[in-house]
């Protein structure tokens, strides 16, 4: 079991950028798969970006390569989010998760186990 504990976010004006944070102390986070999922209300829960168990490979959803990267700080058992060139519609609530799954990172929010406790991001226009 893995708890997984979020910072980071928080407000910033359209063209900037903010670093999330997503830590365990139970269990290295090397051994899960762990994604980036981000939610506005009303709507489901958007994938982001993933990297794999025991890889430095991410995956990223199709419209966000290249703004968002992915990274983990084995030391500190934390994965990292970096946010660059905002838009006001990267508003949402971001959440971390993690799972075992040996077929690697999965776009599905049903395939994570565990989860973070959700970071707001609000970019102002």
């Known amino acids: 079991q893995v708890h997984l504990v979020q910072s980071g976010g928080g407000l910033v004006q359209a063209g900037g950028s903010l670093r999330l944070s997503c830590t365990a102390s139970?269990?290295?986070?090397?051994?899960?798969?762990i994604a980036w999922f981000r939610q506005t209300p009303g709507k489901e829960r958007e994938f982001v970006v993933g990297i794999g168990r025991n890889t430095e490979v991410a995956h990223y959803g199709d419209s966000l390569k290249g703004r968002f990267t992915i990274s983990r700080d084995n030391p500190s058992n934390t994965v990292y989010l970096q946010t660059e060139t905002l838009y006001a519609e990267d508003t949402a609530m971001y959440y971390c998760?993690?799972?075992?799954?040996?077929?690697?990172?999965?776009?599905?929010?049903?395939?994570?186990?565990?989860w973070g406790q959700g970071t707001q991001v609000t970019v102002s226009s």
């Open positions: 998760a993690a799972d075992h799954n040996l077929r690697g990172v999965q776009e599905t929010p049903r395939s994570y186990y565990y």
């Open positions: 139970e269990r290295p986070l090397t051994l899960y798969n």
